[in-house]
DNA sequence: TTGCATTTCAAACATTTGTATGAAACTATC
DNA sequence: GATAGTTTCATACAAATGTTTGAAATGCAA
């Protein structure tokens, strides 16, 4: 065998068991029997356990992170160089959202990892989530950029409540499923994200001017409104 | 010496460690060793390390879960029957926040415990917290009487955006103070709490007659102005 | 004290786990 | 097809871990 299938074949089978059964519960010997490679191949070419976990969760972080910053980069340039404060938040928050939520997501292993990676945290894991500091910090130079003369301090407050909101649902939509005994749709992802998003801007411009209505962000970008919500 | 001494060394211990190891770093041999008693005084006690841990996690939630209820109950009482929405959220975030962060909880064995338990998800910790959707129904009940008429899904996004700031919060602290430089002041527990609730009543409010400025909660109750933010 | 229940203790158990080893099988290059 | 490099494999290793055991110690009531 081609030593890159017995790659992929641990790769995916570990990212499927870790989905399902959690970090805790999967050892490597289970691993290697849903592949069908043998007990060394894991050490042989991932070096450790943690190695491998680390990979599985790097590949996925890298795509969202550069679909963030895709979208970001899309809306910068339809904004001729600064994009409106909603859309830096929806780049932030939408793909996560999708990658984890949805309908269509359910049977995708890759969104039930993440999710498990959301929710379990190991060591691996953690120490990748601590890098991710310098890519939120991109965002928050766009935020500066779309809110000028705003104080720093409310703009990562900003930022961290709209991660806080879109994490949380991935983290605990079973229990938001079950506390409103289904009321809540979390198959709609776009309605969710508009949800995050506009309460993310509504955080973010709370101090602005209350007497003027028109500042007030749901109108002002006229794309989120009532029904929406 | 006297069974509930044991006991007790046990459990603070166990609080102990746990609290500055985290869940994954701790074994049983460790507790023991700290609380200067033998191996299988564990087991002998509390059945399993399992329980152990449930007891401790327990012990801490059913604290924090009076003190919201005492909070709510207040409030209720205060506005004769019917709670201010922006109280309610106040009993609901403000216990666990209090709880978990600002300067003197540096020091506290439960709060670091709490935020460990926070991170780290072992298995009966998720257990416990499971159950938890019984308690939060309270409070769903509570702001269903503080709204009348408003759509209870609403209302349950409302709750679940709460609770997610105030546990992202907990949970990212580090994260937050690193990203943000240390401009967001993490031991200013009561600014963080207004930052949380008010939030949580905008989201809560915002389908609310966008045309008629006083409407906006952070008008309405006046209690929060913008050098609060 | 005697007797009974509770608690402590040292030691062993029984697995489970990630990792290492060294030979065998395979692949590709010359 | 010989050789060198790569990959696979069965097996062993070594350490850690929660739990159990049965005897010893302790506490307490009669």
Same mark, same amino acid.
């Given at each position: 065998? *081609?030593?890159?299938?017995?790659?992929?074949?641990?790769?995916a089978?570990?990212e %499927?068991?870790?989905?399902?059964?959690?970090?805790?519960?999967?050892?490597?010997? @289970?691993?290697?029997a =849903?592949?069908?490679?043998?007990?060394? *191949?894991?050490?042989?070419h991932?070096?450790? $356990?943690? =190695?491998?976990?680390?990979?599985?969760?790097?590949?996925?972080?890298?795509?969202?992170?550069?679909?963030?910053?895709?979208?970001? $980069?899309a809306?910068?340039?339809a904004?001729?160089?600064?994009? *409106?404060?909603?859309?830096?938040?929806?780049?932030l928050?939408g793909?996560?959202?999708?990658?984890?939520?949805?309908?269509?997501?359910?049977?995708?292993?890759?969104?039930?990892?993440?999710?498990?990676?959301?929710?379990?945290?190991?060591?691996?894991?953690?120490?990748?989530?601590?890098?991710?500091?310098d890519?939120?910090?991109?965002?928050?130079?766009?935020?500066?950029?779309?809110?000028?003369?705003?104080?720093?301090?409310e703009?990562?407050?900003?930022?961290?409540?709209?991660?806080?909101m *879109?994490?949380?649902?991935?983290?605990?939509?079973?229990?938001?499923?079950?506390?409103?005994?289904? $009321?809540?749709?979390? @198959?709609?992802?776009r309605?969710?994200?508009? %949800?995050?998003?506009?309460?993310?801007?509504m955080?973010?411009t709370?101090? @602005?001017?209350?007497?003027k209505?028109?500042?007030?962000p749901?109108?002002?970008?006229? %794309?989120?409104?009532?029904?929406?919500?």
């Amino acid at each position: 065998m *081609a030593s890159d299938q017995t790659r992929s074949a641990i790769l995916a089978a570990a990212e %499927r068991l870790y989905a399902d059964r959690g970090f805790g519960d999967v050892t490597l010997r @289970d691993i290697v029997a =849903e592949a069908n490679v043998n007990l060394a *191949a894991v050490n042989y070419h991932f070096g450790s $356990k943690d =190695e491998l976990i680390a990979e599985l969760f790097v590949t996925r972080s890298i795509q969202t992170n550069r679909e963030r910053l895709n979208e970001l $980069k899309a809306a910068e340039e339809a904004g001729g160089g600064r994009a *409106a404060i909603e859309d830096i938040m929806r780049a932030l928050v939408g793909p996560t959202l999708r990658g984890c939520l949805g309908p269509d997501r359910e049977g995708s292993t890759a969104a039930r990892f993440m999710i498990r990676a959301s929710i379990e945290s190991v060591p691996p894991i953690r120490r990748i989530k601590n890098r991710e500091v310098d890519h939120l910090r991109k965002f928050a130079a766009a935020m500066r950029r779309a809110m000028p003369g705003r104080d720093d301090t409310e703009l990562y407050w900003g930022l961290h409540f709209a991660l806080a909101m *879109a994490h949380h649902t991935i983290r605990e939509k079973e229990r938001l499923l079950r506390l409103s005994e289904g $009321k809540c749709d979390l @198959d709609d992802v776009r309605a969710i994200i508009d %949800r995050v998003v506009t309460v993310s801007v509504m955080a973010l411009t709370m101090g @602005d001017v209350p007497s003027k209505p028109a500042a007030r962000p749901v109108l002002v970008h006229g %794309r989120l409104t009532r029904q929406d919500l």
